[in-house]
């Protein structure tokens, strides 16, 4: 079961909403008239006393059970529904009325309440209503055995998981050409990443320029994506056998930013082993000429 619920500043529009909506008047509470209108005055008189500066004097409810339990919930069972919800929020000494709604296929029902209290026209704290109303309408479900919201959510949550396995190997792409989608191969991604790891262990590879070559060159389609108004890289993608992949989807290793900071990297270790390079030389040639002074 749903609950939801806020605060209205027009008793009359509220009600108004649900008459037009063709719905049924069917629960009555702390009322002593005889049709909706004689409810209505009685509501209206009641908030003309309040003298505070609220202005916002009628809540408006709704409880909605599942779509397959609330076809078959009888007019009595709706009434207990309405009475637990005002007993669960404390709202019993206050006037309602609610209003069955039947014109579209999930029944429901609607309560409009008075938030000023007939004995000391005090107002009802409404704070964090919608929260406390979806917690009283789980405790109406689980007293009344229907379904509680947190089961269809967690439901929802499992088929969302399912369906994401299912998928998540087998990546859909549109072929612009041919104007249908193609499914790439099982492990492309897997694939994609060991021939770019391949490429980058080569020796040659020291710059983004001489990495796209030899992607070029592994069979790959490069496809660079630049900004709009500064036209610098920003990324890039490749293409084989009509499939399409992100270099960020493929791993972050792959990223311009990462692959800029390997090839800086490797550019000073280079130098390093140069400079090692060249002192060992010099060394070596400082202990040559030493020798051949002694």
């Not at 027009?10 to 909706?36: C, H, M, P, R």
């Not at 897997?190 to 262990?201: D, G, H, N, S, V």
């Not at 792959?254 to 692959?259: A, K, R, S, V």
Request: with cysteine; glycine share 6%; proline share 2%.
């Amino acid at each position: 079961m749903i609950g939801k619920a806020k605060s209205n500043k027009s008793l009359v529009a509220t009600i108004n909403y649900n008459l037009k909506e063709g719905a049924e008047l069917i629960f009555t509470n702390q009322l002593n008239g005889e049709d909706i209108k004689d409810y209505q005055l009685e509501m209206q008189l009641l908030q003309k006393c309040y003298s505070g500066k609220a202005r916002q004097l009628t809540l408006h409810v709704i409880l909605s059970p599942h779509i397959t339990e609330g076809k078959n919930l009888s007019q009595e069972q709706w009434q207990r529904i309405a009475n637990k919800y005002l007993n669960e929020m404390d709202l019993k000494e206050h006037q309602a009325i609610g209003f069955l709604h039947c014109d579209k296929e999930h029944r429901h029902l609607h309560l409009v309440i008075n938030k000023v209290r007939d004995s000391k026209l005090k107002l009802y704290h409404d704070g964090f209503i919608g929260k406390r109303t979806q917690k009283a309408a789980d405790c109406i479900a689980i007293e009344m055995n229907l379904i509680r919201a947190m089961e269809i959510r967690n439901q929802n949550i499992q088929n969302k998981k399912k369906q994401k396995n299912s998928t998540e190997l087998i990546i859909p792409f549109l072929n612009p050409n041919q104007h249908e989608i193609l499914q790439p191969p099982l492990g492309s991604k897997q694939l994609f990443k060991q021939q770019l790891k391949e490429i980058l262990a080569k020796t040659n590879v020291k710059s983004i320029e001489g990495y796209f070559d030899e992607v070029q060159k592994a069979g790959f389609k490069v496809l660079l994506y630049h900004n709009k108004e500064t036209k610098e890289l920003r990324g890039y993608g490749i293409e084989k056998n009509n499939t399409k992949m992100d270099a960020s989807t493929i791993g972050k290793q792959f990223t311009i930013t990462n692959l800029e900071m390997l090839f800086e990297i490797k550019k000073q270790q280079k130098l390093k082993e140069k400079i090692l390079e060249d002192m060992e030389e010099k060394l070596e040639t400082y202990s040559v000429k030493r020798g051949m002074r002694m």
